[in-house]
């Protein structure tokens, strides 16, 4: 297992003074990004092999948000990588170790020129402890879509929406879904499934789904292909 610690800071809070939910999106992956640095194996490393972990999708539990200043452990680890496909759980505790938010993530290991998944190199595999997978009903992978929804105004990303892989990040898309998403609505779960990469200039065409315990937002280009869907299920 591998953490880092920190404290919440202001630029990261909601107006409520607790930790905006796209900055505990963040909090996840930079964890994630800090162990494959510091095991050799980042973003480096994976250039240099033309290659990139990119995220098929998220499920996230959220227990308790820390609030402004408050002290936390952010904590991750591999619990399988098999083929081309990694799953990766995360933990978010306060001091007194209780458990604010967890999740589980799956990465498939691609072939950047070819945009193919390829498989994982040895030298990948050894760099990372298996450890046992959060005990949870984890959902599949794969979303089902709401058929009715609202069309919202189209936007263009822009460059600050990017990763150094030249796409919008992965947490970029949560942090844009939230603006659809009331402040009273209390977010209990997201889950997000990621289908076509979008990068600097592509429109944006969103769609809105909600019911009574749930919002979905879709995010489509002008052709009505998919990039990403975000679930945010109420408390």
Not at 54 to 79: D, F, H, M, R, Y
Not at 129 to 138: K, L, N, R
Not at 204 to 218: E, G, L, Q, R
């Amino acid at each position: 297992m591998y953490s880092f610690d920190s404290r919440v800071r202001y630029s990261e809070i909601d107006q409520n003074g607790r930790l905006d939910v796209s900055a505990l999106v963040n909090y996840f992956q930079d964890c994630g990004t800090f162990q494959s640095e510091d095991a050799g194996v980042g973003i480096e490393y994976c250039k240099e092999k033309g290659c990139a972990w990119i995220l098929c999708s998220w499920q996230i539990v959220i227990n308790n948000l820390p609030c402004l200043g408050e002290k936390i452990s952010t904590k991750t680890w591999a619990n399988e990588l098999k083929g081309f496909y990694g799953i990766r759980n995360y933990i978010m505790e306060n001091e007194s170790g209780e458990r604010l938010a967890f999740a589980s993530a799956v990465w498939v290991y691609l072939d950047m020129e070819r945009k193919k998944p390829v498989k994982i190199s040895d030298e990948m595999l050894n760099a990372f402890e298996i450890g046992e997978a959060i005990q949870y009903e984890w959902g599949g992978r794969k979303m089902n879509l709401p058929r009715q929804f609202e069309r919202k105004d189209s936007f263009v990303i822009t460059r600050d929406n990017l990763d150094t892989n030249h796409h919008v990040n992965n947490g970029k898309y949560i942090a844009l879904a939230t603006r659809y998403v009331p402040s009273d609505f209390k977010v209990a779960q997201i889950k997000v499934e990621y289908r076509n990469e979008a990068r600097e200039n592509d429109i944006f065409y969103p769609c809105v789904a909600v019911s009574d315990d749930k919002i979905v937002v879709m995010f489509y280009n002008m052709n009505d292909v998919l990039y990403a869907a975000i679930e945010f299920m109420k408390e």
